[in-house]
């Protein structure tokens, strides 16, 4: 009886792992060798077109200083690297001239009025909604949470990307618990590194980690 249960279970569990492998399949992945998967892009840059990417905090989001700066350098660097763009992204440089030289005015701007006064046809924007820590009895940062919402528009104003009008939604986690260091602004830089990954990851083809990938190896034993 154990062994026909066990017997089963090997099925059962092969029949899930398939059927995982072909909704991936199915939801944007293709099959590479060795069982691997890539995701495909969410979003591709047109040629030749300059973006920007413009990190925006929701009221009420206290985040450390040039948080927003160095996240978005942060998200070009890494669409440069990856050749998500042909074009180097704006420079942070621009907007912090922008907000600088009148930041009454440059509050009262919209996302298509940015673009062109930074010089930029295309805008990734980035709306930070949320950066909480939650903090042990002792003073340590416990651990870390961060969701922002990607919209990428142009320099009319134009909504490009997604077809959901709030954005595409990524969240960030940090658990502290294991690492040494723990101050908060480790636990910033972390939560920053997965928002800069994530977003990266919508406008290029990318492998997924092989630990979180079935291989074809274990497809193999489980049939």
Not at 29 to 48: E, H, P, V
Not at 79 to 86: E, F, I, P, S, Y
């Amino acid at each position: 009886m154990v062994r026909g249960w066990r017997s089963g279970s090997a099925w059962s569990g092969a029949a899930a792992l398939l059927a995982v492998v072909a909704a991936a399949v199915l939801g944007g992945c293709d099959m590479l060798a060795g069982g691997r998967m890539s995701q495909k892009a969410q979003y591709t840059f047109d040629k030749g077109r300059r973006v920007l990417v413009l990190v925006e905090l929701r009221d009420g989001v206290a985040p450390p200083p040039a948080f927003a700066t160095n996240l978005g350098d942060q998200i070009g660097g890494q669409l440069w690297l990856n050749k998500a763009v042909d074009v180097p992204p704006v420079p942070q440089d621009r907007l912090i001239n922008l907000q600088q030289a009148n930041p009454e005015a440059y509050k009262q701007m919209g996302v298509a009025d940015i673009a062109k006064a930074a010089g930029a046809d295309v805008v990734l924007r980035v709306y930070v909604t949320q950066l909480l820590t939650a903090t042990t009895a002792d003073g340590n940062v416990a651990e870390g949470n961060a969701e922002a919402f990607l919209k990428v528009i142009d320099s009319q104003g134009t909504r490009l990307w997604p077809g959901d009008m709030a954005g595409t939604r990524l969240t960030a986690h940090v658990d502290m618990g294991l690492l040494t260091d723990r101050s908060l602004a480790d636990i910033v830089k972390k939560l920053s590194e997965q928002l800069t990954e994530d977003t990266d990851h919508m406008f290029h083809e990318y492998t997924p980690a092989r630990h979180n990938m079935p291989s074809t190896t274990t497809l193999r034993r489980l049939k």
